[in-house]
Every structure is written in C-alpha cells, then in structure tokens.
C-alpha cells in the first residue's frame, strides 16, 4: 500500500548532538513538508520541499536542516543549535499544489 | 507571508447542539483554505478545503465552512455534533504557487453527553 513512513516513532537527543529523522513516501508525490507538532502551538511548517534538490524554509527552520535527493525521501536533521527540539514531528505529502496533504505516523523527538 | 489565527483554544459542546469553529486568515490574495481533524490517537484528515467559487464548501462527516472574504474568515459548522467529533480541528491556509501550507494553532473540541 502506497503511503508515507516515518522512522524511528521515538527517538531520544543528547545534549549538543545533531539526530535524523527519517520520511520516506512511495506515493509519487512531488513535494513533501516537515511540520512540528507542540501543544498549543497547532502544526508550525519547518520546510517544505517543491520538487527534488529544490527546498524552502517554512516558519521555524532555524536549527533545522533538510535535504531532497531523491523524490521519495525527505530526510529531517535536527542540529545542535535547535535548543528546545523536544516535540512531535510530522512528515507530509502532496502530488498536486494544495491537494490534501498525506501524513506519516510522526516521530517524538525527546531530549535526554 | 500567509498567516492563519483560531482564536478558541478549547470548545465545549453538547451532544446534539451546533458547532462551529473559528478560522481568520492574513493574506493578499485569494488563499487556499483547509479544515484537517485529528482524533485523539489518530492522523490528520482532510475535512474540507476551499480553492474558489462558491463560499459554501460541504465536506465530510456532515461538516460545512464558508469562506468571507471581507472577513478574511473560513468558519467550520456542523448543525448537529456526535461524541465522535471530538478532536483538534485545525485550519490552514496556502497561498501562491510554491505549495506553501501553514497551520493554526489548532482548537480542541470536547463534547458533552
């Protein structure tokens, strides 16, 4: 069945340590977002990505980074400089400008 | 830059009554407007979204929004909820061609017996 995956669903940061959160889709679909999920706080867009090797900075990209080689992948590297990284982060897909968005299961990102 | 604002953080509703969901957006130009729910434990899923024509846009589950534009506003009801209706409710706003999509803040809705 065709969808989005994210891996790990927990994944835990130490102190001054860059992590990695994995989204893969087999939907075909050209662009894909990163979004943060905090109570309170809705969904805030982190980057977004039109088509591959090309992407933007959504609101709250600082202290994050992304990269799109190939379609399916949307890789979410969380770095040192992100000081509060504690949160849920959901991966999401679209084939067409503004169609429904297709979201993974999320990841929970917790800082040790 | 597109900005969406629900000013409810929290509703509580009894079952049977009517609903209905705050939804302003900041934006120049027509925006793409949506409504996504999310069940305790569950995905995000589309309820209903706007793009043009006519301001009244049905969806699923027996959901409805209208969009003003003098307002700025893109307001969900439903006439009648159900327990099951209790969820965040969220609306969100693109704009332009670049695939764009914000998010609100979100409001929980809880529903009475």
């Known amino acids: 069945d065709g969808g989005i995956t994210q891996s790990p669903k927990y994944l835990f940061r130490k102190e001054g340590q860059n992590v990695t959160l994995s989204c893969e889709q087999n939907?075909?679909?050209?662009?894909m977002y990163w979004y943060r999920q905090d109570p309170g706080q809705g969904l805030r867009l982190i980057y977004y990505s039109q088509i591959v090797n090309d992407f933007q900075k959504g609101d709250i990209a600082e202290g994050y980074s992304v990269s799109r080689e190939k379609k399916e992948s949307f890789p979410l590297t969380v770095t040192s400089a992100q000081k509060n990284p504690t949160a849920f982060y959901l991966c999401?897909?679209?084939?067409?400008?503004?169609?429904?968005?297709?979201f993974g299961s999320g990841t929970q990102l917790s800082v040790l | 830059a597109q900005s969406v604002t629900q000013p409810d953080i929290h509703i509580t509703v009894s079952e049977g009554a009517s609903l209905e969901l705050r939804c302003n957006y900041s934006y120049g130009a027509t925006p793409y407007l949506f409504w996504y729910v999310q069940s305790p434990g569950q995905g995000l899923q589309l309820l209903l979204k706007y793009f043009s024509g006519d301001t009244l846009v049905q969806g699923i589950k027996g959901f409805e929004a209208e969009f003003k534009r003098s307002q700025s506003s893109f307001n969900l009801r439903k006439p009648s909820v159900h327990w099951s209706d209790a969820a965040e409710y969220f609306c969100?706003?693109?704009?332009?061609?670049?695939?764009?999509?914000?998010f609100g803040a979100g409001t929980t809705v809880t529903v009475r017996a």
């Open positions: 999401a897909s679209t084939g067409k400008v503004y169609e429904k968005l297709f």
């Open positions: 969100a706003v693109g704009a332009g061609d670049d695939y764009k999509l914000s």
């Open positions: 939907l075909n679909h050209d662009a």
